[in-house]
T-cell receptor, first 116, second 114 residues
Framework: DAGVIQSPRHEVTEMGQEVTLRCKPI?????LFWYRQTMMRGLELLIY????????DSGMPEDRFSAKMPNASFSTLKIQPSEPRDSAVYFC??????????????FGPGTRLTVL | AQSVTQPDIHITVSEGASLELRCNYS??????LFWYVQSPGQGLQLLLK??????LVQGIKGFEAEFKRSQSSFNLRKPSVHWSDAAEYFC????????????FGKGTTLSVSS
């Protein structure tokens, strides 16, 4: 299995531009998570999906952030417009089931976003 | 509300020495507890997890952790640290209910000196 795939691995953009991060979960997994990691705030859960349906998006910082999961094998996290404070590493993770913490989460390698 | 505290931000251990990373949690019932490791430039990888039963849990790479309900702790240990263990370690807590997610601690960075 290829594991969780994220693209791009690195993204450098200018303030005000739209940024789209992509994630392909492990095949057969039913839950998908988006996290943001910064030195100041550590690892933060942004949003997660069960069976492609958003369950909790309370971690999404503001309306500039949106996430979609159009099918079981693909998800996007979009920032529009981007700001320098959005600079962080964004991780996608997937887990096999729906039963909360009993499932191991498998993390992708992350996307390092730099907004100038 | 659930919470996880990792009191040590950074720890340095000599290669070959023993290691203990601390984790304290706040949760009403018996929690599900995890330790993840993140190597530089990589995503998080599960080291071990505790759901129930034996309170001493064995994981990958020679790590173990002990659940102590009376102390609300789930400390990670390794008897002899290798230079390749230098990484960031995260403790996490969750509950086994659909529609819930893990709560991660802030992490502890481990440096290994020769």
């Amino acid at each position: 299995d290829a594991g969780v795939i994220q693209s791009p691995r690195h993204e450098v953009t200018e303030m005000g531009q739209e940024v789209t991060l992509r994630c392909k979960p492990i095949s057969g997994h039913n839950s998908l998570f988006w996290y943001r990691q910064t030195m100041m705030r550590g690892l933060e859960l942004l949003i997660y999906f069960n069976n492609n349906v958003p369950i909790d998006d309370s971690g999404m910082p503001e309306d500039r952030f949106s996430a979609k999961m159009p099918n079981a094998s693909f998800s996007t996290l979009k920032i529009q417009p981007s700001e320098p404070r959005d600079s962080a590493v964004y991780f996608c993770a997937s887990s096999p089931g729906l039963a909360g913490a009993s499932d191991t989460q498998y993390f992708g390698p992350g996307t390092r976003l730099t907004v100038l | 509300a659930q919470s996880v505290t990792q009191p040590d931000i950074h720890i340095t251990v000599s290669e070959g020495a023993s290691l203990e990373l601390r984790c304290n949690y706040s949760y009403g019932a018996t929690p599900y507890l995890f330790w993840y490791v993140q190597s530089p430039g990589q995503g998080l990888q599960l080291l071990l997890k505790y759901f129930s039963g034996d309170t001493l849990v064995q994981g990958i790479k020679g790590f173990e952790a002990e659940f102590k309900r009376s102390q609300s702790s789930f400390n990670l240990r390794k008897p002899s640290v290798h230079w390749s263990d230098a990484a960031e370690y995260f403790c996490a807590v969750g509950e086994n209910q659909a529609g819930t997610a893990l709560i991660f601690g802030k992490g502890t960075t481990l440096s290994v000196s020769s």
